[in-house]
């Protein structure tokens, strides 16, 4: 590999750690937002859940879904930023449990 490609490949890695890093703390807000629903909001189809979010002038989308509810009734719900580039396309994903009492676990 060239010297030039490298050092365009180094100088690209920072930008993406900035991108994943800026949607990271945009799921994490958006993730809390989610937190508050209640149980029966968070069961509605992906395709009703799903938003998408101007954050600081950047658009983002956040896919969000029920991924499995346990024979005890326990919601594992989880929401997945996407809308800037990132180092390999690994996008950063927030995840929690809800409750039937609408209590929350990680």
Same mark, same amino acid.
């Given at each position: ?10 100088? =690209? ?6 991108? @994943? ?5 945009? /799921?994490? +807000?958006? %993730? ?21 979010? =101007? ?6 989308? @956040? ?5 499995? /509810?346990? +024979?005890? %009734? ?33």
């Amino acid at each position: 590999m060239s010297a030039t490609l490298i050092n365009f490949l180094s100088m =690209l890695f920072p930008q993406y750690m900035k991108n @994943f890093g800026f949607m990271r703390t945009a /799921v994490i +807000k958006v %993730g809390k937002e989610f937190e508050q629903k209640s149980y029966q909001e968070l069961l509605r189809p992906a395709e009703e859940l799903s938003i998408t979010r =101007l954050v600081d002038g950047e658009k983002l989308t @956040f896919s969000a879904e029920s991924v499995k /509810v346990e +024979k005890n %009734g326990d919601l594992h719900f989880c929401i997945d930023a996407n809308g800037l580039s990132t180092l390999f396309g690994i996008k950063p994903s927030y995840q929690f449990i809800k409750r039937k009492d609408g209590s929350i676990y990680y």
